[in-house]
Nanobody
Framework: QVQLVESGGGLVQPGGSVRLSCAASGASTFSIYRMGWYRQAPGKQRELVATITSSGYKNYADSMKGRFTISRDNAKNTVYLQMNSLKPEDTAVYYC??????????WGQGTQVTVSS
């Protein structure tokens, strides 16, 4: 059983930056998982933010391209999401996930990011 724990959320001003971390435990081969981030804003559906494959290929939702960067450190069993130029509409709970195939196998509990002055 893989457990994912997110951290790094909080209150940030518009135009600011924050880095989220997602630490995985219980995965003997973290490097083979496709990792990624979703987010869910109040009253909205969960939406994909970014993914990174086991080989390091990255993909982003259009609205995040150029502002967000996903990365992973397999030695630390951790995936990161660097978010820059934050906007109020980026306010959401951000969830980390891990997947081996097409379906998502594991979710984190989520971390709140609030962008407000």
């Amino acid at each position: 059983q893989v457990q994912l724990v997110e951290s790094g959320g909080g209150l940030v001003q518009p135009g600011g930056s924050v880095r989220l971390s997602c630490a995985a435990s219980g995965a003997s081969t973290f490097s083979i998982y496709r990792m990624g981030w979703y987010r869910q804003a109040p009253g909205k559906q969960r939406e994909l933010v970014a993914t990174i494959t086991s080989s390091g290929y990255k993909n982003y939702a259009d609205s995040m391209k150029g502002r967000f960067t996903i990365s992973r450190d397999n030695a630390k069993n951790t995936v990161y999401l660097q978010m820059n130029s934050l906007k109020p509409e980026d306010t959401a709970v951000y969830y980390c996930y891990a997947a081996l195939g097409a379906a998502i196998d594991y979710w984190g509990q989520g971390t709140q990011v609030t962008v407000s002055s």
